[in-house]
């Protein structure tokens, strides 16, 4: 008799992890340049991001993050170099950035076709993003965590390809943060586009992503992929030796 089908348990974590080596390419970054007035911010910067990668994107501030991420958004343009993206593509600020004269069910489908800019198509998003019972709500009415819920909506709704966030978590209380990274993370699971995130926080990046890097001098200066099981949990041996690399290289090296 000869087995058919033979399961490595030792090895099976390691087999089931996702290779996100062998999915397209979604982000395509070749010797980008950005300058302002004579300070290069960028400088020549290469990045590939595959479909289905979470990136998380460390730096000091004023390293260069949320130019990088204005460049893959559109918003802005290198002065050298390409930077290939997919049509598809939102982005999550700091601020939810809603429009206080519409309801919340109108800012979720802001700008979409008017075929697809319908209630229906809203309150499906926001029940997503457990916010379907303030459809009606007016902005300003909404707590901060509300209304970055709101904007999530309003991206996902898009169904982007590429999900760009810039520090959307800063502007919450610790405990509302907490709550808006473990969605964040059901969600890109779940829809599976190429994300890039935006943080100064070391610990939320190791949280979430799959992979870890670090600007310097204007490119990626460090690379590294997290190989920890998810749901993760701050702490742990593994956990606080990659957090204590990724200090050392943002500058702040950890002492016993
Ligand atoms: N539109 C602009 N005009 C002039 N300088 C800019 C502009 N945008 C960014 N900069 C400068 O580029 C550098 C990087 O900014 P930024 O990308 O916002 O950094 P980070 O998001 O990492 O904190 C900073 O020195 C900032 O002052
Ligand atoms: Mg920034």
Request: glycine share 8%; aromatic share 4%; with cysteine.
């Amino acid at each position: 008799m000869t087995a058919v089908l033979s399961i490595d348990f030792a090895n099976a974590e390691r087999v089931a992890e996702p290779d996100f080596a062998h999915h397209p390419v979604a982000v395509d970054v070749s010797k980008v340049s950005r300058t302002f007035a004579g300070n290069t911010v960028l400088d020549r910067l290469d990045l590939k991001i595959h479909s289905g990668e979470f990136v998380a994107l460390l730096g000091a501030s004023g390293s260069g993050k949320t130019t990088l991420l204005r460049i893959l958004a559109g918003l802005d343009a290198p002065d050298g170099g390409e930077a290939w993206v997919p049509e598809a593509r939102t982005v999550v600020f700091q601020e939810p950035r809603l429009v206080q004269s519409m309801k919340v069910w109108r800012n979720v489908v802001i700008g979409l076709p008017g075929r697809l800019a319908t209630r229906d198509r809203a309150e499906a998003a926001l029940a997503e993003v457990g916010l379907d019972h303030r459809i009606d709500a007016w902005p300003a009415t909404l707590s901060g965590g509300e209304a970055q819920r709101a904007a999530l909506a309003r991206a996902l709704v898009r169904e982007p390809r590429l999900l760009l966030l810039d520090e959307p978590f800063a502007a919450l209380d610790a405990l509302t943060r907490l709550k808006m990274q473990r969605l964040i993370g059901e969600l890109c699971q779940a829809h599976g586009p190429a994300t890039l995130l935006v943080t100064h926080d070391v610990e939320e990046a190791i949280l979430l992503a799959d992979r870890i890097l670090v600007l310097q001098d204007g490119a990626i200066g460090y690379d590294t992929r997290v190989r920890l099981p998810h749901p993760r949990r701050a702490g742990g041996k593994e956990f606080d030796a990659l957090r204590d690399t990724l200090l050392a290289e943002l500058g702040v090296p950890q002492t016993e």
